[in-house]
């Protein structure tokens, strides 16, 4: 196979730095000044508080009654500390200003970014790997995720930082093996799906530790890994054991429907790009062929591919693009490496995957480019739980609302942060609102969520019920307890 040619070193990084720029310049004029009502970003900001205040066990216990007294828990006990702790600055200096605190996700995008363009140039330090970094960057829903306040792109980027050291270390020591398993804590900090990453530890050193039965290398692993894994545990609550009750919702038929949305899913990375569909099966043939390149971080690569997709098949409740966001730039390394197989056996049709790239890059970058703008004339809107109607709602419950009452609405975490209340649950039929006080409607969601304002009338509670309170977009009522 012939050997790429090699461009200038400074060229290649004055590139990186420039792509890594611009796309932190998109993604920030493409942030909203509100939120989705998806309401784990409330979860996130509610540890953020609870940390700042110094009480995270009534954070946890609050938690856990919101959880068993939903229909469907809305999120675990607590989600790992490491993206709350993440949020404090942001947090403590503008509060809860989603402007701000999704600006922090832009640090860790351009970490990740930085991270994928050194394994790219590990393995072709010519222009293209320029090329192929950029063909990421640009990429609408790529810039999208940086406009929610949740770990995803927190996790990417540590995750990139562990795809990084297993490419440029073929072999390990003690002291290296110190650094993985603080990585891999740090990952697992973040998202407990990170202890996936002990599978690419596994594949590509652990032979070599059998082999030379060098267990001070495991030991250090290990170790390294455990220690700030125990003392955060005894420190702060945990709420990983929560995750299973999702489980209940799981099904044979759930594993199969999943299947076939998770492989397909990937391709919603080129969301508005022309022939999405093609463009990603390229990507796929392309990736198969960088594995005849027969690197074995490249093996070690696959197999961390393969358990995080098995880990979001497995799990019942479907997810967007952000679940396989971290397998992303595998497949842009791989596929990279499909291109450089290409055209050392085929050297046309490699070029011509180049050019392709530069063109989907180009009208990638075009597509953004017009989203941002667009998004800056529309003054950042966005409607959710920060839009005026919103704001109303929860300045009423802030100000009548007792610390008895139990209120009911379709997302209670954003309920408990926006309104400053503690007890909040989730209910959609009548049998669900034993104990509420106060049931909050969002007149724009279905009744799969909720219960509608019919359906609330139709319940025998609503005999002993006033409406309080009305927008063009909620209802209250207030429940009187005979």
Known sequence: MTRPVQTNKLIVWLGVMSIILISLILAFLLLKRGHVWGD???????????????NPYDLWLQNKWMNERS????????????????LLPAYIFWGIHPLALKSVNLLFYAAALFF??????HYDRSFRSIVWLASFAFLPAIL???????????????????????????????????IFGVVIF??????????????????????????????????AAVGSFLLPFLVQSVILPQGNSSYFTHFKLFTAQNLYQNLLYYLSLPGFAFSQIPAQSVVYLSFLVLAAFGWKERRRTFDSYLFFVFFMLAGTILWPERQGLRFVL????????????????????????????????????????YI???????????????NGPFDMYSAEMFEYIKANATPQ?????????????????????????????????????????????QLTPDGFKACSVSLHSDQVFENRRFQIYRIHRQ
């Not at 994928?116 to 140039?121: D, G, H, Q, V």
């Open 186 to 219: 740090s990952t697992t900090f973040i998202r407990t799906t990170g202890v996936v990453l002990w599978v690419l530890f596994i594949n590509q050193y652990m032979s070599e530790v059998y082999l030379q039965k060098n267990w001070k290398v495991f030991i």
């Open 116 to 121: 994928m363009a050194l394994i790219l140039y």
């Open 368 to 382: 953004s480019s017009s989203n941002a703008v667009n998004n800056i004339r529309n003054q950042r809107s966005i």
């Open 326 to 365: 971290p397998i992303l730039p595998v497949l842009w390394v791989m596929a990279a490496a499909g291109q450089r197989v290409l055209e050392g056996n085929r050297w046309a049709v490699g070029k011509a995957v180049t050019w392709v790239m530069a063109l989907v890059t180009l009208y990638a970058l």
């Open 144 to 178: 999208d995720q940086s406009d929610y306040i949740n770990s995803d792109l927190a996790f990417l980027a540590v995750t990139m930082v562990c795809l990084w050291l297993v490419s440029v270390w073929p072999t390990i020591d003690p002291g290296k093996a110190i």
């Open 40 to 54: 784990d970003f409330a979860g996130y900001l509610l540890q953020t508080e609870a940390l700042l205040q110094g």
């Open 405 to 449: 009452d139990a209120i009911v609405f379709f997302k209670p975490r954003a309920m408990r942060l926006m309104a400053d209340v503690s007890h909040a649950f989730a209910a959609r039929d009548c049998d669900s609102l034993a104990g509420a006080s106060l049931v909050v409607i969002n007149l724009k969601q279905d009744s799969e969520l």
């Open 71 to 86: 229909v469907i828990a809305p999120g675990p006990d607590a989600y790992p500390w490491g993206y709350p702790m993440l």
